[in-house]
């Protein structure tokens, strides 16, 4: 069973592939920039296709605030592609496909574990878990939230 991150512990390591099949290494940003790390079900179903054009229209206030955001799902890099080309999606998607990372985290699956959840991770500079949010049916809370923390992290 996973352990569940809470505010204060330090990110989970990990490297994932980009939808172009690069692989993304967390390390090379934890003490470089704030991550917004959300994890979404499914690419192109209606609530992550809103999530992650929300968080496209919101990008440049995450970028002026120093954060980097990545979006994570287990869906291929194929798929993910497909899905950032169509809407046009500033950040990268990286593919969990064995579903390693959200366990590392401790996302929780939703409605009977069927559905993997919509968490967003917000990390600081000194690499620790700043803010979560975890809400399956609001994705737009989401972004709200995350540059709330973020905002914080630059005036404490």
Do not use: W
């Not at 799902?73 to 950040?91: E, M, R, V």
């Amino acid at each position: 069973m996973s352990q569940t991150i809470q505010i204060g512990d330090h990110c989970p390591i990990f490297s994932l592939p980009d939808s172009l099949g690069k692989d993304i290494q967390v390390k090379d940003y934890l003490g470089q920039k704030i991550l917004v790390l959300f994890f979404y079900p499914k690419d192109d179903t209606p609530g992550c296709t809103k999530e992650a054009c929300a968080f496209r229209d919101a990008y440049a206030d995450f970028v002026d605030l120093g954060c980097e955001v990545f979006g994570i799902s287990s869906d291929a890099a194929a798929t993910h592609q497909n899905f950032q080309q169509k809407h046009q999606l500033p950040y990268p998607l990286l593919s969990d496909s064995q579903k390693k990372v959200r366990q590392q985290f401790g996302v929780p699956g939703n409605l009977f574990g069927l559905i993997p959840g919509r968490v967003t991770y917000v990390i600081g500079l000194d690499g620790k878990v700043a803010g979560i949010f975890n809400s399956q049916t609001n994705p737009v809370g989401h972004i709200t939230e995350a540059l709330k923390v973020a905002k914080s992290l630059l005036t404490a």
